[in-house]
């Protein structure tokens, strides 16, 4: 594996020696490599095979917002046709120019060209598309652990070694991952990836401190891999001082480590404009990001153009303040209904689990206190759960390597307040009966030993009393 070469007049490392021997395979896509080019004037493009938007059935795209004025935003002609057509690989024109001003006003990006953004349906999409630009089927990957299941399944359905990093309560530990990399033996290929959730993780509900970011950006120089950031929760950060908000790998690395080039961050649009629209957003070294485009132009062309269309015309409509307003608003919301599930725990499972409260996010991570040997919540929820009517994720779903996990991730986005403290409850009640079941048994296994114990003592004085009056040494004589 080459190291990192860097490009001193934009001060930003070559991430194309990390690249995995598949993606050096993939060619640009014939047709869709094309497409650029019918935007130069004068041309006329028999290219590509899209269909005539005179035969689509719609003829009008209106969008009402739930604000107080319900403002109604209606496509014109041009956003329509747009809408419904093909689009670039990358994303659509338009959303990647307001998606790039965005980066630089929210992360300081500098407009120069060493990064790139593209747009995936859905971050996840995106995820899944860059660990193929820099891994090979079956190499290492280190995730900070708990980690998200949705990435180390397919990590793990593709032959990965997948290398636990612990998080602690300010995220991924950085002496954990410099313990890791500098016990890697010599003759194995490194990891190139360190994957994380930095803000609100999920499962953990951590965030990250900008000291371990720190760290872990010089480890990532020094051990010559790129950082995953994937920031789906960043902007549900229930710091209300922006300042006091640490900052992402992506803005920290350039400070940190005096050139930029080994962070791939995976925005979300599903938590904050909705899910269903399936958009997220890559941004990093413009080389990387060319690569996963390369892999949409052959897999699924491009990301839907019709979603995209249509936060393009909500972001113009807003613009960057209205776009943070609206992120602020959302935050707010989840703020609330952390406190009332916090609250909640706090009147049910003290004693009964150990948590932090989450800062950002959706998520709480309880560690049940069950007892010894039976300290498996998955066991306890497959059991129990459904019969006292209790849905949560067992924490053994978020270790990459199969265990036993006394942990369980409960997700307070959706539930009532009234029913998150039903929820903590029923959780309670699950841990109680826990032990009340544990004492039971315990108590039989104690009760079996006693009647066996009799049962020996009364067989042992049959004998004894038969030997005696048959003339015979009782047995305890010969015992003894
Ligand atoms: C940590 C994390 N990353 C990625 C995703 C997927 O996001 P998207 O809907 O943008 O694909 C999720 C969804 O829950 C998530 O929790």
């Not at 896509?29 to 094309?34: D, H, N, Q, V």
């Not at 590509?48 to 014109?76: C, H, M, R, W, Y």
């Not at 120019?97 to 992360?107: A, D, I, P, R």
Request: with cysteine; net charge neutral.
């Amino acid at each position: 594996m080459g190291s990192v070469s860097l490009q001193s007049e934009t001060m930003a490392a070559d991430p194309a020696p990390l690249f995995s021997r598949r993606i050096q395979r993939w060619e640009p896509g014939a047709i869709r490599s094309l497409l650029p080019l019918e935007a130069i004037p004068g041309m006329i493009s028999l290219v590509a095979g899209k269909p005539n938007p005179q035969t689509f059935p719609f003829s009008k795209i209106s969008i009402t917002l739930n604000d107080s004025k319900e403002t109604t935003l209606v496509l014109d002609d041009a956003a329509l046709s747009e809408a419904l057509q093909y689009n670039l690989p990358a994303g659509h024109p338009g959303l990647l120019k307001w998606l790039e001003g965005l980066q630089q006003t929210v992360h300081g990006l500098s407009s120069a060209g060493s990064w790139a953004c593209c747009v995936g349906n859905g971050s996840q999409e995106l995820i899944h598309k860059a660990f193929q630009v820099f891994t090979d089927l079956g190499d290492p990957v280190m995730l900070e652990t708990p980690a998200y299941p949705g990435v180390s399944a397919f990590l793990r359905a593709d032959g990965h070694e997948l290398v636990e990093v612990c998080s602690g309560p300010d995220g991924v530990d950085p002496s954990d991952l410099e313990r890791v990399l500098s016990a890697w033996p010599e003759n194995r290929r490194r990891p190139t990836v360190l994957y994380t959730v930095p803000t609100g993780s999920n499962p953990t509900g951590r965030s990250c401190s900008e000291t371990n970011k720190a760290r872990i950006l010089r480890l990532a120089k020094r051990f010559n891999f790129m950082i995953f950031e994937d920031d789906a929760y960043y902007f549900l950060n229930f710091e209300e001082d922006p300042s006091k908000r640490a900052r992402s790998y992506l803005s920290l690395e350039r400070e940190v480590n005096g050139e930029t080039g080994r962070v791939m961050r995976f925005d979300s649009l599903s938590k904050i404009v909705s899910s269903g629209m399936r958009l997220g957003i890559l941004t990093g070294p413009a080389p990387a990001v060319q690569k996963v485009v390369k892999i949409t132009e052959n897999i699924n062309l491009q990301p839907t153009t019709t979603s995209q269309v249509l936060v393009l015309t909500l972001f113009r409509h807003w613009g960057y303040t209205g776009f943070v307003e609206h992120c602020t608003q959302a935050a707010s919301f989840y703020r609330a209904k952390r406190d009332a599930f916090a609250a909640a725990a706090e009147r049910h499972l003290r004693g009964r689990a150990t948590w932090e409260v989450p800062r950002a996010g959706m998520f709480f991570w309880f560690r049940l206190l069950l007892p010894p040997g039976a300290d498996d919540s998955l066991e306890l929820l497959r059991r129990k759960g459904i019969e006292n009517r209790i849905l949560a994720i067992p924490g053994t779903a978020f270790f990459p390597n199969p265990r036993r996990a006394p942990h369980l991730r409960a997700s307070y986005s959706l539930v009532s307040e009234h029913d998150m403290d039903e929820a903590c409850r029923r959780i309670a009640k699950l841990v109680d009966d826990a032990w009340r079941d544990e004492f039971a048994a315990h108590a039989r296994a104690q009760r079996a030993e006693a009647e066996e114990e009799i049962k020996s003592n009364s067989q042992m004085q049959t004998i004894e009393a038969t030997t005696t009056a048959l003339g015979l040494p009782t047995a305890r004589k010969i015992m003894a």
